[in-house]
């Protein structure tokens, strides 16, 4: 019982470790109102910086992949049929065997992931004023 009880809160801990986007947007709202220089120290330099018309700095950084989905064939089973069969009088069952039966393919082709994350620097403080991400690949584990 007690194996059980570990192995419960093991998986339940596991569970709340998993990448979510709202474990993304802990991690990048964590941001606004520290100093633009900490965030260029931690995140590296951005992909793309831009001058805003009312004199604050956006840093954007793309983060993208490819990877090629697998092919499965799908098959199915058709369980075989039982068939009573009168003779002269006498009856007796038939039975068919079962078999797979091939469905075609599905799957393969490419997928691709991507997170674009956007950091406005205010022009006087040199604060982080605000973030926005958008993309299918924005994910990170939650706080606790």
Not at 20 to 41: F, H, I, P, S
Request: positive net charge; proline residues 6%.
């Amino acid at each position: 019982m007690k194996k059980w009880i570990g192995l419960l809160a093991l998986l339940t801990a596991a569970c709340g470790s998993l990448p979510t986007k709202e474990g993304y947007a802990q991690k990048v709202y964590a941001w606004q109102g520290r100093d633009a220089n900490e965030l260029l120290a931690t995140w590296g330099a951005p992909d793309k910086t831009m001058t805003m018309p009312n004199g604050n700095t956006l840093y954007t950084y793309n983060k993208s992949s490819v990877q090629q989905q697998p092919m499965f064939e799908n098959r199915r089973y058709e369980p075989g049929t039982r068939i009573t069969v009168n003779d002269n009088g006498q009856s007796r069952v038939i039975e068919t065997p079962g078999r797979w039966v091939y469905d075609g393919m599905t799957g393969g082709g490419v997928m691709t992931y991507r997170c674009v994350t956007n950091f406005v620097v205010d022009k006087k403080t040199q604060e982080v004023e605000s973030v926005s991400f958008e993309g299918n690949n924005c994910l990170a584990p939650p706080r606790q």
